[in-house]
């Protein structure tokens, strides 16, 4: 499998080439003292064993080989049945982020009416952050552009196909993933939008997250 991906970081700057002679590097107390410096913005393409044309998405030819071994597959090995592999053959795609905004800052230390320690135990009654309280912690604020139109969905854009899915046991000491002995198909299936057979699936997303406790 081939993959391409390209990340896109956005940084803002101030000067030009006139003042760059009156430039000078700014010390650790200016740069704290700079708005916005903790964040950044991403962008995200994936593609894997696919081409697009026209904004539809083909495999390229060495997926097609119904009944037969291709290389385009992605294969699942689970702790407690090694030597067995669910195998997702005929397997293409393409990922597209856009604009997902990440800037770092840090939670309150004082709760609001809405605390509930019960929110932070696990499912054995033990605290997943010190005293079940994520006051103070560090966070990853992550959030999309809040300017669009109505009816645009174009945050996130996915195709996926697998055409087929079995599962391919370990032999004389060939990984299970590299065999074609299961021919019959336990399930398929593909991620695409109504208006194409190869169209995007497009997602929208709204508000804002917070991540912390890592």
């Known amino acids: 499998m081939k993959w391409r991906h390209a990340f896109l970081f956005f940084f803002t700057a101030l000067g030009s080439s006139a003042w760059a002679e009156s430039l000078q590097p700014l010390t ?5 003292d700079i708005s916005g410096q903790n964040a950044i913005e991403l962008s995200l393409k994936l593609h894997n064993n696919i081409e697009l044309k026209n904004d539809l998405h083909e495999g390229l030819a ?20 090694e030597g067995y592999w ?3 053959k005929e397997f293409y795609g393409y990922l597209q982020l856009d604009g997902i905004r ?3 800052n840090t939670l309150p ?19 997943m952050v010190e005293h079940c309280d994520p006051g103070g912690l560090a966070y990853i604020d992550m959030s999309y552009p809040d300017n669009k139109g109505p009816g645009q969905y174009l945050d996130m854009q996915t195709f ?21 002995n299961q021919t019959g198909v336990a399930n398929a299936f593909r991620i695409s939008d109504s208006s194409g057979p190869n169209a995007n699936h497009q997602v929208r997303f709204d508000g804002r997250a917070l991540i912390y406790g890592f």
Not at 109 to 127: L, M, P, S, V, W
Request: proline share 4%; glycine share 10%; charged share 25%.
């Open 28 to 32: 650790e107390a200016e740069m704290g």
């Open 62 to 81: 060495h997926c097609y080989s119904p009944g037969s071994y291709n290389p385009c597959r992605l294969a699942l090995e689970f702790a407690g049945h």
């Open 86 to 88: 669910l195998v997702m």
């Open 102 to 104: 990440l800037e770092a």
């Open 109 to 127: 230390t004082a709760n609001t009416a809405y605390h509930d320690e019960d929110r932070f135990k696990r499912i054995d009654g033990q605290c």
């Open 160 to 180: 996926m196909n697998v055409g087929r899915m079995s599962v391919e046991q370990d032999e004389a000491g060939v990984p299970g993933y590299l065999l074609e």
